[in-house]
C-alpha cells in the first residue's frame, strides 16, 4: 500500500504581489496531485495550511475542489487536518470542512481515529500554546488505541517538535508524543525534515512546503512531498521532488561585481522560468548608482529580483520590483514610516493584501509567526 503525504500548500498566496507566484503555487499543488494519481496511491493525507487565508478567493477553493475530484475520479481518497492559516480564531467554519461535508475528503482533525481498510489514521489541528492543556490526556487515550490496532497507524499534526524546531512556543517534545504509531505525519515546518526518534514506533516525517512563501530565504531548496510504502511492516517515505520556479541567493564582492554580475546572467539564462533572486552585496566603498544601473540590466529576465548592501557593520537593504507591481510611492512612504526597507516590503506585500480584505486575525497572525523568522534571518545575514 503507498500514500501520498503533502502539507503546506498555502492555496491562494499571492506572493510578492504578483499573480505568477499566485499560479505557481497551483501549479505545484497539482504536480503533486498529478504524481499520485500517475503511481497509484492508495490515499492522500494533508497535514495542513491548505489554504494561505482563513478566507481564500475563489480560485484556491475551485483548485482545491478539482484536484479532490481527480482523485476521486481515480479511486484515492483523502485525509485532511487544519493549520493556523486555514482557521480563523473568530468562529466561523473553516472552509475545508465543505470538501468533508459533500465527502470529496475526510477530516481527521478531532484526535478520533478513522480507519481506511487497515490502516488507523488519527490527527489534530494544529495546537496553539493556549490550547496544550489536557493534551498528555488525549494523546494517552489515542496511545491506547493504536496499540490495540494490528495495521499501520498514522498519526497526522500540524505542529513544530522541539528537537527540530525550538523556537517555536507551541512546539511539543517528541517524548510527548503518542508511541505506537508507525508512522508521523506533520505539517508546520516549511523544510523537508525524516527524523527518528527511539521512544516513537516510526519516522518523523515533514515534507516541507509545495512551494516557497514569504517568511523562507530565497535559496535553492528543494520543494516536493513524501510517497509512503506501508506494504510491509515499516513506513519507508520516499521524496518527491516538484517542478518548481528557480530561486537562488548570491553573495558577492563590489570589487568583483562586474564578474559577479556576469556569472548572475549566465545563470539566470540556464532556467526555463524566469527566477527569483537575492543579490548580497559586501564591501566598505560601495557605489550604489553602479548597482543600481546594473541590477535593473537584469530585473526584465527576473520575475523578481532584490538586493542588499552590506558596508562594514550597517546594513541598507534595498528591494526592487518590477514598476508596474508596485506604488512606489506607498513604497517610500512605508520604508520612511518603518525605518526598513525589508519591513516596508513586508507591509507592503504580505500585510497589504490582508488588511485590505479585512482579514485582520489572518493580518495578526502573520506579524506573530514573521517576528521570530526576522530576528533570525538578521543574525544569519551579518
Excluded at 499520485?36 to 477553493?61: E, L, R, Y
Excluded at 561585481?257 to 527569483?276: A, C
Excluded at 537584469?298 to 542588499?308: A, G, V
Amino acid at each position: 500500500m503507498l500514500f501520498s503525504h503533502i502539507s503546506d500548500t498555502h492555496l491562494g498566496l499571492q506572493q510578492y504581489g504578483l499573480e505568477e507566484r499566485e499560479q505557481d503555487i497551483y501549479d505545484s499543488f497539482n504536480q503533486a496531485i498529478d504524481i499520485s494519481i500517475k503511481d497509484h496511491v492508495d490515499f492522500v493525507i494533508f497535514a495542513g495550511d491548505i489554504f494561505h487565508t482563513p478566507n481564500p478567493n475563489g480560485t484556491a477553493i475551485l483548485q482545491m475542489a478539482n484536484a479532490l475530484k481527480r482523485l476521486k475520479e481515480n479511486s484515492i481518497d483523502s485525509f485532511f487536518i487544519l493549520g493556523e492559516h486555514d482557521k480563523s480564531n473568530m468562529r466561523a467554519t473553516p472552509i475545508p470542512y465543505v470538501y468533508h461535508n459533500l465527502e470529496f475528503s475526510k477530516y481527521v482533525g478531532l484526535n478520533e481515529p478513522v480507519y481506511y481498510k487497515d490502516v488507523m489514521i488519527a490527527g489534530f489541528d494544529k495546537i496553539r500554546k493556549h490550547q496544550m492543556s489536557g493534551l498528555e490526556e488525549k494523546f494517552s487515550k489515542l496511545d491506547s488505541l493504536a496499540a490495540k490496532h494490528k495495521g499501520h497507524r498514522i498519526l497526522v499534526l500540524h505542529q513544530a517538535v522541539t528537537e527540530i524546531y525550538p523556537i517555536d512556543k507551541s512546539s511539543i517534545n517528541s517524548s510527548d508524543l503518542p508511541k505506537n504509531f508507525t508512522y508521523y505525519a506533520m505539517g508546520h515546518l516549511h523544510d523537508k525534515y525524516v527524523k527518528e526518534f527511539d521512544q516513537l514506533g516510526g519516522p518523523l516525517v515533514y515534507p516541507g512546503s509545495t512551494e516557497r512563501t514569504p517568511n523562507e530565504k530565497v535559496n535553492e531548496t528543494e520543494k516536493g512531498f513524501f510517497e509512503v510504502d506501508i506494504s510491509s511492516n515499516e513506513a519507508k517515505p520516499t521524496w518527491i521532488k516538484l517542478d518548481t520556479r528557480p530561486h537562488f541567493s548570491t553573495k558577492i564582492d563590489f570589487e568583483e561585481f562586474d564578474n559577479s554580475m556576469t556569472e548572475i546572467i549566465e545563470k539566470i539564462g540556464t532556467f526555463d522560468k524566469k527566477p527569483v533572486v537575492e543579490i548580497k552585496i559586501h564591501g566598505k566603498s560601495v557605489e550604489r548608482d553602479i548597482i543600481e544601473t546594473r541590477i535593473s540590466q537584469i530585473i526584465p529576465q527576473t520575475l523578481h529580483c532584490s538586493y542588499k548592501i552590506f558596508r562594514s557593520d550597517d546594513v541598507t537593504s534595498v528591494l526592487l520590483d518590477r514598476p508596474a507591481r508596485i506604488d512606489e510611492e506607498l513604497f517610500k512612504l512605508a520604508v520612511k514610516a518603518l525605518k526598513s526597507e525589508e519591513l516596508a516590503t513586508f507591509a507592503v506585500n504580505d500585510l497589504l493584501p490582508l488588511l485590505s480584505n479585512n482579514q485582520l486575525d489572518q493580518a495578526t497572525q502573520l506579524v506573530i509567526e514573521n517576528f521570530e523568522h526576522y530576528k533570525e534571518q538578521r543574525k544569519n545575514d551579518q
